[in-house]
Each structure stands twice: as structure tokens, then as C-alpha cells.
């Protein structure tokens, strides 16, 4: 690795292998830029913390561990009134892993607030396609008169899931996927929940911010 910005602590990552910088290399959310999307390069991005966001107008992958990690521990996720009643008897059906490709592709395209294009770019899907079909990366899927109406996906890291985006076309779609996947994780031993960063979606649900520091202690132990 070569260091760009010695008073931001922004690295440039070798081609010719699958470093990253360590918590002490870090400074602001952008750790570093290059690489490709090689699975090894992915995962070792997890285990150390980061994640690709998108690719910027030179071509590099911008590789982010934010200083503040939104976070939730499966068994505390807020469960309202109204999407309790949703979950009951709206007539969801929820699947998991049967429909990655769609999942990802409707997380792309969906129209988001304050958001004029997708960073799912062409590139993401094919590269977390790569790791569903190494049973790395998961969707949960949600139906409705059996059409997909909303779902998410994201990579299971030791016994860490994290989540990497979600999508929903009907009320409460993506909220009934994200309760499974709280259902699903306390099954599966997963302790923790990341979900990278703030939004009100995931705050309304219970998930919280924390430091990169107290990330990485759960995330290393």
C-alpha cells in the first residue's frame, strides 16, 4: 500500500495483493482507494472493517470504515405497532436466498430521497453475486400476491452480518425483511448487525451508532 494523504491517512491499496490499513492507519470514514473486486479483496475488506461504496470518476473503488458505525445486536430491534401488524397479516411471504440477483438489481434501482443515481453500480452486483455463490453473501426476499416487493442482502463475517442495502416498493416491506433477519441471526449465533451508517430508516428499528474503535473490539474478538 501506498500512503496519498499522509494527514488523512487515505492509502492507495496494491493490485498485487489483498492488504488494508489497520485501525491505526485510519483517520476520516475514506481509508483508502483502488483495488478490484476480487472475493479474496472483499472479504478482507470485511474482516478488516471497511467496505466498498462506490466507484468514483477516475475509476477507483473508495473504500470507507466510518468513525461512527450504525450497528444493532439482533435481539433489540423495535418492533412498532404497525409493523407488528404487518408482519402478522399482511400476507408477506419471506424467503431467503432464493432470489439474490433480484435483490441486488432492485436495491440499484430503486428510487431513493436525496439520491440522484445508485453506487450499486454493474460492477457490485457481479462482485456480490461472486460472493453469494461462495454462500458469502445472503439476500432475504419479501413477497407479496407473490411478486418481490422488498428484500436486502449483505455478508456474513464471522459472526458478524453486514447488511448492505435493502429495498421496498410496498409499506413496510424492507422493515418485515430486516425483523427476519434479526430472527435469522439470533438462530445463527450472529451477535451483531452493521449497518454501515446513520439513516432513519434503521434508527426507527432500533440499530445505533457506535465508534470505529468499538466496532473493531467486537469485530476482532
Not at 63 to 91: A, T
Not at 128 to 143: G, K, R
Not at 170 to 180: G, L, N, P, Q, R
Request: hydrophobic letters at 40%; a negative charge; one cysteine or more.
Amino acid at each position: 500500500m501506498k500512503i496519498l494523504d499522509k494527514k488523512e491517512k487515505i492509502w492507495l491499496l496494491d493490485e498485487d495483493n489483498f492488504l488494508f490499513p489497520s485501525l491505526e492507519q485510519m483517520n476520516n470514514d475514506l481509508v483508502a482507494i483502488g483495488g478490484d473486486f476480487h472475493p479474496q479483496r472483499l472479504i478482507n475488506a470485511y474482516e478488516n472493517g471497511l467496505f466498498p461504496w462506490f466507484i468514483d470518476d477516475y475509476g477507483y473503488i473508495n473504500w470507507y470504515s466510518p468513525q461512527k458505525r450504525m450497528v444493532l445486536k439482533p435481539n433489540e430491534i423495535k418492533i412498532s405497532k404497525s409493523l407488528k401488524k404487518s408482519i402478522l397479516n399482511k400476507g408477506f411471504v419471506v424467503k431467503s436466498n432464493e432470489n439474490f440477483v433480484e435483490v441486488i438489481k432492485n436495491c440499484s434501482s430503486i428510487k431513493r430521497k436525496h439520491e440522484d443515481s445508485s453506487w450499486i453500480s454493474d460492477e457490485f452486483i457481479y462482485a456480490y453475486t461472486q460472493l453469494h455463490d461462495l454462500d458469502i453473501a445472503n439476500s432475504i426476499e419479501v413477497y407479496l400476491d407473490n411478486k418481490l416487493v422488498g428484500g436486502l442482502y449483505g455478508l456474513v463475517i464471522g459472526d458478524i452480518f453486514c447488511g448492505e442495502s435493502m429495498f421496498s416498493y410496498v409499506t413496510d416491506a424492507s422493515k418485515v425483511a430486516f425483523f427476519h433477519l434479526c430472527n435469522w441471526a439470533k438462530q445463527n449465533n450472529i451477535k451483531l448487525i452493521d449497518c454501515q451508517v446513520y439513516n432513519d430508516h434503521l434508527a426507527s428499528l432500533g440499530a445505533y451508532e457506535i465508534s470505529r474503535e468499538e466496532y473493531f473490539k467486537v469485530l476482532k474478538n
